[in-house]
């Protein structure tokens, strides 16, 4: 490429970040009486951070929840009754929190850890009786999987292959035999613990889009050695877990609670699948309030850092790959989705998102760098157009399913790819005035959230939005 021509790429791209920077301070201006930085919001509540103290919520990290107290105040601050629904339940903060407050809830999850930490909390929301609890500990107490002499192996994925030390993972083996002699909740409690602590006793740590490996493990994925620090023995950490689990759910403990305990708590219901599928089939107008996060278009890839759970859940290659093509398309590996072919009623939703002005540049944009071969991946424009619009099918199902004058509660970032920020708060607002929402307020957190360090290196650092989303429906 000659001179010139570099220059005349450069001159393009130039003006092309110029319209999307005038089109989103376009944007900005029309919602500049929404946009309301809120002190009281910390990462910490808009995160899992908060749940980490917090009994039962703290049984299982899931990195990518809001906390317990998010969900708490929204909820008390707007007065929600009823019933509310999250469509991306996760690990189902939403759905305890509402159910605590004496609302219920309806959730839907596709992976199918989430489900699986979902219908064990609902298992054990009763107390364990005193046999479950003495047969526990008398497996903890005893490390009743050290004297079993059978094993069943331990299903990999190619991505797992090799997680765990060589005498960890005889020792996962045999605790999933010892699992499998066991009944009842006993038997939901131990392989749920196990779940719990999959992380902290391999050489893998969840780290945004993929496992990130230690220097352990042999594995060379990284040019500079990565050490993830201590990696508990397989003892330790299954039986901190077992006991912290026993002292959460203990009866002194749930009377030291008594006042943060309902006595009509709200029922749970879940529905394991894809909002996508399942979303057109609820009744229309049945819910009071719709809490939710739903993955950000940030390129994470939730069949990856969950990968060694779906493992020992029994997801096959096969199916680990129809997961990740039917969750939302947050990750450069979704294909495009025939969405008006799925469901030809959101024909509107399509519409709304194919005349966002600031968005169709930033597809334009994006495709633009695609083409000149300045894109670290290629399939981010797809990602980035598939996010926006499968979003656009979701919000048209959230104002159907909502009552009116009812709010929607959304926990989401912003993001930036090739230097070109995308306002996604502002997107997802206007695309949601458009089919039948007003937008009531759209609270930042005091500080944002820096971008990849690729991103800073190229384009220079700049913060973005981290924001709450409120909605309600006209």
Known sequence: MTESSIAMTEDATYDAIGRIETLDR????????????DPSLTRALVSFQANKSRSIYRWYKYKEAFSASLVEFLLNYYNVKGKILDPFAGSGTALFAASD???????????PIGQTIISVRKSL?????????IRIRHLIDHTVWNSQTERVPLTELRITSGAYPEETQIK????LYMIQ?????????LLFALLCVLEIISFTRKDGQYLRWDYRSGKRSESKPFNKGEILPFDQAISAKLREIIEDLHPTTLQQDLFNTPINPGTIKLLPGSCLDIMPQLAAEAHDAIVTSPPYCNRYDYTRTYALELAILGTDKDKLVELRQTMLSCTVENRAKDLLNMNKAWRSALDAASQQDLLQEIIKYLQDQKDQKKLNNNGTPRMVKGYFFEMACIIFECSHLLKPNAPLFMVNDNVRYAGASISVDLILSDIA?????????????????GNSSQQMGQHGREALRKCVYIWRKR
Do not use: M, W
């Open 26 to 37: 376009e944007l900005t201006e029309r919602f500049s009486t929404r946009l309301l930085t």
């Open 433 to 449: 005035y458009k089919l039948g929402f007003d937008v009531e307020k759209i609270l930042l957190l005091p500080t944002g959230k």
């Open 172 to 175: 996962i083996e045999k605790f």
């Open 101 to 111: 407050l004496g609302i219920h809830a309806d959730g839907i999850e596709l992976l």
């Open 125 to 133: 929301n009763n107390d364990l009786c005193k046999d479950e609890i």
């Open 181 to 189: 002699q066991e009944q009842g909740r006993v038997r939901e409690i």
